[in-house]
């Protein structure tokens, strides 16, 4: 019998986020004895990084883990050189959680991380995908995990040698000195995702046919590189990737493949919507 390991929510937001969102996630994390940290992304310093935005969310995501590994280790100083065998589990979340998502799906995926517990080995577990052979390209594997709801769990001496982006990394020369050398099948799967041509392709808040502004593309081209990349970037470190539904029996399996079904409809109605406002001049051109 395995002593339940100890569970963080970090919850990255740009911006205050309204009353509602955060009183469901604390309410959730309290059932299932987790512990909810907020990192502001808009506010420097952050909790242990001076630009907590520097990577977007995976810069908080890098502030709270940051955060929380110096916070164990300081309730566990009596352990000594042992500590690093211990087990924790930290859940990532971002402020789209509730808004680019359904609710229902939100909440139920969060659940499934809260109450899951994994006793072996280094996993990164949530809402895996298959991975095209553009995203392969720089993932190293044939699946990557959805990074805005994800969970973390291993021994501290793993945990804490998570890198979510490159020190070196500044958003103002990423363009010149990481996009362009990339290779070139992953650049052309990002511009087609950015500018789409067809009507149902690419980032929701992306209008076939229209240029997106200079800031959110190059924070778009950041953030799709940071994701497709965290699979080769963990499995390095030895991580697993392993799906919320796997371990589960048929009907959780079943369940978390009809939560995918359903999120993507939501994303292509949202796409539908903000391209129809904006063909039909409801939206600024």
Not at 154 to 162: K, S
Not at 166 to 173: A, C, G, N, R
Not at 205 to 230: F, Q
Not at 236 to 256: A, C, K, N
Request: net charge positive; aromatic share 12%; proline share 4%.
């Amino acid at each position: 019998m395995h002593a339940k390991s100890p569970t963080w929510l970090v919850y990255v937001e740009y911006g205050e986020t309204p009353q509602w969102y955060t009183r469901v996630l604390y309410e959730m994390s309290s059932k299932y004895g987790a512990e909810l940290v907020r990192v502001r992304t808009d506010v420097s310093p952050g909790k242990s990084l001076d630009n907590p935005n520097i990577a977007f969310e995976f810069s908080g995501y890098q502030d709270g883990l940051n955060h929380v590994v110096e916070r164990f280790k300081a309730m566990h100083v009596d352990v000594g050189r042992n500590l690093g065998s211990n087990r924790i589990n930290l859940i990532f979340l971002n402020d789209t959680f509730f808004y680019g998502h359904p609710k229902y799906v939100a909440r139920v995926l969060l659940s499934l991380l809260l109450r899951r517990s994994d006793t072996l080995g280094a996993n990164i577990v949530g809402l895996k995908m298959p991975a095209t052979l553009a995203v392969q390209s720089v993932a190293g594997l044939d699946s990557y995990v959805s990074t805005w709801a994800f969970k973390l769990s291993g021994p501290l001496d793993c945990i804490e040698q998570v890198r979510f982006f490159d020190d070196e990394m500044t958003v103002e020369d990423f363009h010149e000195k990481f996009y362009i050398r990339l290779p070139s099948i992953f650049v052309a799967h990002v511009d087609d995702w950015l500018s789409p041509q067809k009507f149902l392709r690419g980032w929701y808040k992306a209008v076939p046919g229209t240029a997106l502004p200079n800031s959110t593309r190059r924070r778009k081209e950041v953030t799709i590189y940071l994701e497709s990349s965290m699979p080769q970037r963990l499995a390095r470190l030895g991580f697993s990737q392993l799906d919320v539904g796997e371990t589960g029996g048929q009907f959780q399996r079943l369940g978390v493949r009809a939560l995918k079904t359903v999120d993507k409809i939501f994303v292509n109605i949202i796409k539908m919507k903000t391209r129809l406002r904006y063909f039909f001049g409801l939206t600024e051109k």
